[in-house]
């Protein structure tokens, strides 16, 4: 399937559900956390709840690590419901899966990190010459990539 194929379907179907939850308004049902992160959660609510929807930084500082480890809980958390609801039930596609899974996120972890160098005119340049509504397949080896360079090439001539 073409990209932009891919993208008119995902407007298609967006469209039918705009009567479903609004994109990021997910909720994680405390009950099905364990002890431990349900008594994480409880601690960063509570320090919420002191210091309010601004703190500062050095309050940021004090709690970081309570902080960090909830947003460690609530990625893995989306990351395992993911994995549960692409199962197959066939060992190897599970494999190829959680490969591609691990590989997406520890280049996306790449990119963050690579993006936090920016300057501020990069990060213009980027959104003045980038459809932030496109997307594309990146091809995932030498050979896709070959392969699609040549296909492009047959189309221009």
Not at 90 to 96: A, E, N, S, T, Y
Request: charged share 30%.
């Amino acid at each position: 399937m073409k990209p932009w194929t891919l993208n008119a379907k995902l407007d298609d179907v967006s469209s039918k559900m705009s009567d479903y939850p609004q994109p990021g308004s997910t909720r994680l049902d405390p009950n099905c956390l364990t002890e431990g992160e349900q008594l994480l959660f409880q601690k960063i609510t509570e320090l919420a709840e002191k210091h309010g929807s601004h703190p500062s930084v050095e309050e940021l500082e004090q709690e970081w690590s309570l902080i960090v480890k909830g947003y460690e809980v609530v990625r893995w958390r989306g990351a395992d419901l993911f994995r549960t609801t692409m199962d197959t039930g066939d060992p190897i596609k599970k494999w190829f899966f959680n490969l591609h899974l691990v590989n997406f996120l520890a280049n996306l972890n790449k990119v963050y990190d690579n993006l936090e160098r920016w300057t501020e005119k990069d990060r213009q340049d980027f959104l003045d010459n980038t459809d932030l509504d496109k997307v594309f397949i990146i091809p995932s080896s030498t050979e896709d990539l070959v392969t699609t360079r040549q296909k492009e090439k047959k189309v221009r001539r």
